[in-house]
C-alpha cells in the first residue's frame, strides 16, 4: 500500500508524466515529418485551448491534468522551435 505522500503527489507525477510524454512525441514528429510546422503546432495548441474551455463533459482531474500538462508542452515546444528561429514566427 502507497504512503500518504505518495498517494497525494500522483497529481504532479501525472503532470510530468504527460508533459514529457508529448514534447518526445513533439521531438519525433519534428525529426522525422517534414511537413509538421509551426503554423501546425500552433493549430493543435489552439485546438488545445479549445478543448480545455469545453468542459461540457465534466471531465475527471486526471483528464484536466493531462489537458494542462499537453497545452504547457505544446506552448514550451513552439516557444524552443521559435527560439531556433530566432523568434521568426515563418521559415
Given at each position: 500500500?502507497?504512503?500518504?505522500?505518495?498517494?497525494?503527489?500522483?497529481?504532479?507525477?501525472?503532470?510530468?508524466a504527460?508533459?514529457?510524454?508529448?514534447?518526445?512525441?513533439?521531438?519525433?514528429?519534428?525529426?522525422?515529418?517534414?511537413?509538421?510546422?509551426?503554423?501546425?503546432?500552433?493549430?493543435?495548441?489552439?485546438?488545445?485551448?479549445?478543448?480545455?474551455?469545453?468542459?461540457?463533459?465534466?471531465?475527471?482531474?486526471?483528464?484536466?491534468?493531462?489537458?494542462?500538462?499537453?497545452i504547457?508542452?505544446?506552448?514550451?515546444?513552439?516557444?524552443?522551435?521559435?527560439?531556433?528561429?530566432?523568434?521568426?514566427?515563418?521559415?
Open positions: 500500500m502507497p504512503d500518504n505522500a505518495t498517494s497525494q503527489n500522483w497529481p504532479q507525477r501525472r503532470y510530468e504527460a508533459f514529457e510524454e508529448t514534447c518526445t512525441r513533439l521531438a519525433i514528429r519534428r525529426k522525422t515529418d517534414p511537413t509538421f510546422t509551426i503554423e501546425e503546432l500552433e493549430g493543435l495548441l489552439h485546438t488545445a485551448y479549445v478543448a480545455e474551455g469545453n468542459n461540457w463533459t465534466g471531465r475527471g482531474a486526471v483528464h484536466e491534468i493531462t489537458q494542462s500538462a499537453t504547457a508542452a505544446y506552448e514550451h515546444t513552439l516557444a524552443e522551435w521559435r527560439a531556433e528561429r530566432g523568434g521568426q514566427p515563418n521559415p
